[in-house]
């Protein structure tokens, strides 16, 4: 199979495909440049790219993209393509990185980071747990960004999404 078609295609069922939008609802509203509505031209942006074991992103470098393009793209690793997950729809109803510790009858913080769980304390308050996630959550963040030295693009987008974490979910999504 194509490398590039296989890219190409997969990136136009996000935007085009009702179906793919209903199962992940993340992507309604994406949208594709003209210029990439045509495989030529999106295959030789993509032979000009270090593609290879990597992943299409459209939402590092600018946070809250939606729109694909040779500006707003970039391919990135499996780690880093994960990296921002927030899993709005199956995390619940604490902000993430939280969760309610019925017997302790404290909020609990804990992180996710290169696949392992990382408790980082029992508090009192729903809000200091969720600044002990966040204060993590951007520190990790700023650190994966600064060994990002292939694309300046990703590293200095990396490094917005460690401001805005630190900002909280509510103001992230104003400042986006």
């Given at each position: 199979?194509?490398?590039?078609y296989?890219?190409w ?8 495909d ?13 949208s ?11 295959r ?5 790219q270090?593609?290879r074991?990597?992943?299409?992103d ?5 946070p ?14 499996r ?13 619940g ?6 969760s309610?510790?019925k017997?302790?009858?404290k909020?609990?913080a804990?992180?996710n980071m290169n ?6 304390g ?11 996630y966040?204060?993590e959550?951007?520190r ?7 060994t ?9 987008g990396?490094?917005?999404?460690a ?8 103001d ?5």
């Open positions: 199979r194509c490398p590039y296989s890219t295609k997969k990136m136009l069922e996000r935007v085009f009702t179906k793919w939008q209903a199962k992940r609802p993340t992507y309604i509203g994406a594709v440049c003209d210029e990439w509505k045509y495989f030529m031209n999106f030789a942006w993509m032979m000009a270090d593609w074991d990597k992943q299409l459209k939402d590092i470098i600018v809250g993209n939606k729109h694909y393009s040779p500006e707003t793209c970039a391919f990135v690793d780690r880093i393509n994960t990296l921002l997950l927030d899993s709005v729809s199956s995390r109803k604490y902000p993430i990185g939280v309610y510790h017997i302790a009858k909020y609990r804990e992180i696949g392992k769980s990382r408790h980082l029992m508090f009192d308050t729903l809000e200091d747990a969720s600044l002990a966040r204060k959550k951007s990790h963040v700023c650190h994966i960004a600064l990002q030295v292939d694309d300046p693009r990703v590293r200095a990396l490094l917005k999404h401001i805005l974490i630190m900002m909280g979910e509510s992230r999504r104003e400042a986006a």
